[in-house]
């Protein structure tokens, strides 16, 4: 008998769903970005709910699968942790508890942060039983986690490391749209900065292995007021980040060794920042995982993989 999973991911900027089968093997996916007004630079937790609960029966409706589910994985919450709290998370949740009801199979609630490794690992079809370090770069977050897999389908996380103001994708999509760019602001950084062929470089600040962003972002906004939009100033965006990151990292793993380093977010879809973390890993003689830039960013493809692990450890 086969056995397929549902997994579902209502985060700040994405709805998504996704099939799998009990290998994690991808059946059928189908996502949708919020809409976000031209100028602006994000959305508020009301509106994100609105667009979520529009969007998601349609998605799901998307999906066609020849059998049935036998167990459904959400994001419940952006981090297990610390017991936080999003309310667009309650979108999917909302959604993932009335079918399990109906269909009378198991539900498993996953944090934000473990949809992205499971996501990411799912790919490479390998769950690293050591220690490994989780790095989670997005417009929400930026985050430096070290986790144990429990063998159950679930990580033991720690947070270690981070930014203390903005985040990676903050950072960029702020710029971005002050150089004229849509939010999200990513791929058309991306865009320019691989147009430039020299840049200015702006300072990094970490400190204890924290990050900040405040600095870098303030003497970027400076140069901008000075000077007409360049595509050097994205490629500035992106060498900070990558300079930033590779410090953290570096500090951390020498405070406690790990052989592998999982990336993952929206933000780690960038060509450059994939690039650092190639050299900082293989410097610090660490195994990189990398899913690729379409599973990076949000997706719900850990959650189903995760719904997988949990219903077959548990005799599913």
């Known amino acids: 008998m086969n056995h397929y999973y549902l997994g579902i991911d209502t985060s700040c900027y994405t709805t998504s769903c996704a099939i799998v089968n009990q290998e994690g093997n991808l059946i059928g996916e189908a996502r949708r970005l919020l809409q976000v007004k031209s100028g602006a630079c994000g959305l508020q937790q009301s509106e994100m709910v609105f667009q979520h609960t529009r969007a998601l029966p349609d998605l799901i409706e998307s999906l066609t699968l020849d059998g049935s589910i036998s167990a459904i994985g959400v994001s419940a919450f952006p981090r297990r942790e610390d017991n936080s709290y999003m309310p667009a998370f309650l979108v999917g949740l909302g959604h993932a508890r009335t079918l399990a009801h ?3 199979i198991p539900l498993y609630r996953f944090s934000h ?4 490794i499971l ?5 490479i079809k390998f769950i690293p039983m050591e220690p490994f370090y989780s790095l989670h770069v997005s417009g929400g977050t930026t985050e430096l986690l070290y986790c144990q897999y ?6 033991h996380t720690e947070l270690v490391g981070g930014s203390l103001d903005l985040h990676g994708g903050q950072f960029v999509d702020r710029v971005g749209v002050a150089l004229g760019f849509h939010f999200p602001a990513g791929p058309m950084m991306e865009k320019a900065a691989n147009k430039a062929f020299t840049y200015d470089p702006l300072p ?10 405040s600095g870098p972002y303030s003497e970027m906004m400076r140069r901008i007021q000075r000077c007409k939009a360049t595509n050097e100033m994205a ?3 992106f060498k900070c980040i990558a300079k930033s990151l590779d410090k953290m990292i570096s ?5 406690r060794p790990a052989l592998t380093l999982v990336a993952v977010g929206g933000v780690m879809s960038n060509q450059f920042l994939r690039h650092q973390l190639e050299r900082t890993t293989g410097k610090l003689h660490m195994k990189l995982v ?3 830039a379409k599973y990076s960013c949000d997706n719900a493809t850990g959650n189903a993989f995760g719904a997988s692990l949990l219903h077959q450890a548990c005799g599913g």
Do not use: P
Not at 113 to 116: A, D, I, V, W, Y
Not at 150 to 155: E, K
């Open 102 to 104: 109906i269909l009378k």
């Open 113 to 116: 942060q473990e949809n992205h």
């Open 119 to 123: 996501a990411a690992l799912r790919q």
């Open 150 to 155: 429990d063998t159950s389908g679930c990580f």
């Open 204 to 213: 990094s600040s970490v400190k204890n292995g924290h990050i900040s962003f």
């Open 235 to 237: 490629l500035s965006v």
């Open 251 to 255: 500090y951390h793993v020498q405070q």
């Open 290 to 292: 990398l899913a690729d």
